[in-house]
């Protein structure tokens, strides 16, 4: 009987030494106990914060097309004998210290851009301011020009002719007086062009001086210009093929 109960103790030391080292190999092996009665653990919840941003998209540059210049030209006035009187165009407004300084050499210039006109046969205001008296005068004669007298411009081979409707006086002090010569519809300021029209400008200095009036701009303009206007009336282009 004594022999018995030693016999089971030793071996239930022997069981649980072994019992204790398996715990400790698992410890060691970095499996935690967990106690067979234990709760099993539940999932994560799921995250419940709001998406990260998108990364707002470069934005596209929008290509800005530029004012295409419009075309040197010549200018026939056959009623006052101007013949083949150059036109230089230069981005402005009519009268400005550029435009002022292309009329010096002699020729005549025609403003075009955000502030100033169109090309030859474009629809809209062409345009075009020479001296009276100096450089030559090549519009001195400009005030004899009557309504119905034909204007022919000639660029890259094509001829333009304008037949004159009216005579206009512009006042360079007036602002109103300015817009109504730089319209797109010669002195309709804001009203939208629907013909090609030419508007053929020169100063008024002789005029202004027998008046008394000797006011000058910055450029040396009197306060007047006295302008021919035309509108389109024939277009003749060069055969196709360069030819003719």
């Known amino acids: 009987m004594i022999r018995t109960r030693r016999t ?7 069981a649980l030494l072994v019992l204790l080292g398996g715990c400790a190999a698992a410890q060691d092996a970095g499996a935690p106990a967990v106690p ?20 707002a998209e470069a934005a596209v540059p929008v290509a800005v097309t530029p004012t295409p210049r419009p075309r ?15 036109v230089l165009p230069y981005e402005g407004r009519t009268d400005d210290q550029a435009g002022t300084r292309i009329q010096d050499r002699g020729i005549a210039a025609s ?12 629809i809209g205001n062409y345009q075009v301011t020479a001296h009276r008296l100096s450089a030559g ?8 020009v009557d309504v119905g007298d034909e ?6 081979g094509t001829t333009y002719t304008y ?3 009216e005579t206009r006086s512009t006042s360079f002090r007036s602002d109103r007086s300015l817009a109504e010569q730089r319209a797109a519809v010669p002195g309709e300021p804001g009203e939208r062009p629907t013909r090609a029209m030419i508007t053929l400008s020169t100063c008024a200095t002789p005029e202004d001086d027998a008046a008394g009036n000797h006011w000058r701009d910055a450029q040396g303009n009197p306060e007047h210009r006295i302008d021919k206007i035309g509108v389109l009336t024939a277009t003749d282009a060069p055969p196709p093929g360069g030819g003719g």
Do not use: C, F, N, Q
Not at 36 to 55: G, L, Q
Not at 137 to 144: A, I, S, V, Y
């Open 111 to 122: 403003p075009y851009g955000k502030h100033g006109g169109v090309g030859p046969g474009d």
């Open 137 to 144: 005068g090549p519009l001195r004669d400009l005030p004899d």
């Open 8 to 14: 089971r103790r030793a071996a239930a030391a022997t």
């Open 72 to 86: 040197p030209a010549e200018l026939d006035i056959p009623s006052i004998g101007v013949v083949d009187l150059r």
């Open 36 to 55: 067979s009665d234990a709760a099993p653990s539940k999932p994560a919840p799921a995250s419940t914060a709001p998406p990260a941003p998108r990364t």
């Open 151 to 156: 204007v022919r411009v000639t660029a890259g």
């Open 163 to 165: 037949r004159i409707v």
